[in-house]
């Protein structure tokens, strides 16, 4: 068989089992941050209007997109927040049982970063702004809180969302 020929069977091979690995063990992936501003002292929250409680930003990573870009994308989205010239750092990796049982969460730490603008309400964020350490809403989620302790205290990051 001529090299070329060889070369496409392959290829196509290698796309059959990446589609019996997509239809038979489907897994979500998102990206969340944790944007600290360290002069502050200060953690960025979003409030959905879809969901309650208080919640660090963040989203799904979509088809062809890297976590990094997810991440970026939904920060600007969520907080009209851009990220600086040092990356953010990857922190830890949870499993969301309550989303689904392929839900994962990858967790990231931004101390670099610029607000291009106060983030305006609209139908998926009802609110969005910073809050001092010391002064987070009561209404905040418990993964939330946790992932604050876990990055910012002496908590060791816990598997589960």
Not at 10 to 19: E, P, S
Not at 29 to 45: E, H, M, Q, S
Not at 79 to 85: D, H, M, S, T, Y
Request: aromatic share 8%.
């Amino acid at each position: 068989m001529p090299a070329l020929c060889m070369q496409m069977i392959r290829r196509m091979r290698m796309r059959l089992f990446h589609l019996f690995f997509v239809a038979t063990r489907p897994m979500t992936l998102g990206a969340r941050a944790l944007i600290y501003d360290r002069k502050a002292g200060a953690v960025f929250l979003i409030r959905h209007t879809y969901v309650p409680g208080w919640q660090l930003p963040g989203g799904g990573v979509e088809a062809g997109e890297t976590v990094l870009d997810a991440l970026q994308r939904e920060i600007r989205e969520e907080c009209n927040i851009a990220i600086g010239r040092q990356p953010p750092q990857l922190t830890s990796m949870h499993f969301n049982r309550q989303a689904s049982r392929r839900d994962h969460i990858a967790m990231y730490l931004v101390t670099d970063f610029s607000v291009i603008g106060e983030r305006a309400s609209d139908w998926e964020i009802a609110e969005a702004r910073f809050f001092p350490l010391n002064a987070l809403p009561e209404d905040i989620t418990a993964a939330s809180r946790r992932r604050i302790a876990e990055m910012l205290g002496s908590v060791p990051p816990t598997p589960d969302w």
